[in-house]
């Protein structure tokens, strides 16, 4: 399964506030990154532990 | 000088009644009279019969034999043999051995009764009003018994979720009755739904249907459906305290694979672990199951505080690492070999698999069903998803947005139905023209076929963003109404455990 991270950073904001998760399901998920009880950003931060590089913030 | 007259017989004179003197003594017969007898008598040698005696009190000292006549004096003695006449004088002896009293002569007060055997078959009538003012050892209020949610099946927010696999992310495994997710780790592929289909006194029931079989299962496969529940829930089991309380589970459960399951208690905080078994003995047939796991005194009690308690796991198939070892029937600090110990179906290689009617209390008892509202379960299932928009909807407006420039849209949420477990994730499924931003300002249709992403979000509120579809640099700072255009449109936010 393909899993691919993108950091989003709206025009309102200095730094990204999210990071949209996408796979081959058709469910996308907009996680947020002030939250280390949000089970999704936790689970983030261990595909991140695991060597992995979300792409950056347009 | 002694005199003496040898003869046989003296008879009276009327005939009424004769002396016959014979070698063994003497026998008298008829009629009797005397003012006295002198002399000992032995009870043993009284044969015969003494019809209409009288004997006054307290001539008496010992009958051994039966009395059927009336006794209208006091008998401070022993009565070892039966009674079956009426006494309707008191009776301060012991009465260890009455039996057989009809409920209706007891009339009286009987003080300091002690009824320790008494079985609930013995009380067949009709019981009185009972105050409740006075009744210790209540443990427990009779509402609000029910610690896990939608036990029901009825709320089921995200419908039909199909594809859920080895590597599906956590919140990507809820479908079909919220707050239920299934895990799968290495085995198969499933669907899960909310279907109607049911015992008596439930409508809705959670269905896990196999769709890809994996017919080899490996040692380290696991499948379990699982509830969650957060700590502030559990803080009244008193775990992990000297009173820890027992814990009662119960659900009713069918399958199209008969044999035996494993029901599980897992403890987030202490990594500890109980199962308890229980079979499936007929196909496609509701069976109620009921299973009582004593507290656990060891451990860290549960604090307030929004993260994972207790997942109660509902084994489905389980490899050879989780299976070898003696079944952890008792809580005990975490052992993979002994959390599913006499599993024997395996749902991965085909088959489904549902439940519902699931309660889980304290105590030892399995109290009927704690049914809640439609609403009220609702509002419990919303603290960890809610659904922002109704998917039977061709067109819905769920909000107001605003072109912030040429290629974003903002869309604020405004304040949630209810606080949130965490911040939550926003749940979605987009497409081409699943949503628009139109009206006012910014005249026709304009589509939003890009994902939603957080801009802001807390608990209680936040906004989204979006690239529009088309150039909004003529709209800026214009408002416009957010619609969603397709059923197949999707927008939530999930904060579960």
Redesign the interface.
């Known amino acids: 399964m393909a899993i691919t991270y993108k950091l989003k950073k709206s025009s309102m904001q200095d730094t990204a506030t999210s990071v949209l998760r996408e796979d081959d399901s058709d469910i996308k998920l907009s996680i947020p990154l002030n939250d280390p009880n949000n089970t999704d950003y936790q689970e983030y931060l261990e595909w991140v532990d695991a060597g992995n590089t979300p792409d950056p913030a347009d | 000088m002694p005199s003496e007259i040898r003869v046989n017989k003296l008879n009276n004179r009327s005939g009424l009644g004769t002396i016959t003197l014979y070698d063994g003594g003497t026998l008298m017969s008829g009629i009797v009279t005397a003012t006295s007898f002198n002399g000992s008598l032995a009870a043993t040698n009284l044969t015969g019969s003494i019809d209409n005696a009288r004997l006054p009190n307290p001539v008496v000292k010992n009958i051994t034999g039966n009395i059927t006549g009336n006794v209208t004096g006091n008998i401070t003695g022993n009565v070892t043999g039966n009674v079956t006449g009426n006494v309707t004088g008191n009776v301060t002896g012991s009465g260890a051995n009455l039996t057989s009293i009809p409920a209706g002569n007891l009339t009286g007060t009987v003080a300091d009764a002690r009824i320790s055997t008494l079985t609930a078959s013995k009380l067949t009538g009709a019981l009185p009003a009972i105050s409740g003012a006075s009744l210790t050892g209540v443990t427990d209020t009779l509402s609000f018994r029910r610690i896990n949610h939608n036990g029901d099946c009825s709320v089921a927010q995200r419908g039909t979720v199909t ?1 859920i ?8 495994c809820y479908g079909g009755p919220d707050r239920y997710k299934l895990y799968v780790s290495q085995h198969g592929t499933y669907t899960t739904s909310q279907e109607l289909d049911a015992p008596d006194g439930f409508d809705q029931s959670l269905k896990i249907l196999n769709t890809s079989a994996d017919t080899s299962i490996a040692s380290s496969a696991r499948l379990y459906v699982q509830h969650k529940i957060e700590k502030y829930d559990l803080i009244r089991t008193k775990k992990g305290t000297s009173g820890a309380l027992s814990l009662t589970a119960q659900f009713w459960v069918k399958s199209d694979k008969t044999g035996t399951y494993i029901f599980e208690m897992w403890d987030n905080q202490n990594n500890r672990h109980i199962s308890s078994t229980y079979a499936i003995s007929s196909a496609d047939t509701w069976e109620k199951k009921t299973m009582t796991f004593a507290g656990d005194t060891s451990g860290n009690a549960f604090a307030a505080a ?2 994972s308690g207790i997942d109660c796991n509902w084994w489905l198939a389980a490899g050879s690492n989780f299976t070898s070892g003696s079944l952890a029937s008792s809580w005990t600090a975490n052992t993979d070999a002994n959390r599913c110990v006499g599993q024997t179906v395996n749902i991965g290689d085909s088959g489904n698999w549902y439940m519902t009617g699931f309660q889980l209390e304290t105590g030892s008892t399995a109290t009927d069903f704690e049914y809640r509202s439609y609403g009220d379960e609702l509002k419990r299932c919303e603290r960890y998803f809610q659904l922002l928009l109704h998917p039977d909807d061709a067109t819905e407006d769920i909000g107001a947005g605003f072109a ?2 040429a290629n ?1 849209v ?1 869309f604020p949420l405004g304040q949630f139905r209810t606080t949130m ?11 081409s023209n699943y949503f628009k931003i139109g009206g006012g300002n910014l005249g026709g249709d304009k589509y939003l076929s890009a ?7 807390s608990k209680v509120s936040g906004s ?2 979006t690239d529009p579809d088309a150039n909004l640099s003529s709209h800026a700072n214009q408002m416009g109404s957010i619609q969603a255009k397709s059923t197949s449109a ?1 927008l939530g936010l ?4």
């Open positions: 594809g696999t080895n590597g599906t992310a956590a919140n990507l929004n993260t912030t420039g974003e903002q477990r965490a911040n939550p994730t926003v749940w979605q499924v987009t497409g994902s939603w992403n957080i801009n802001s979000i989204l963003y999707r999930t904060a579960e455990l």
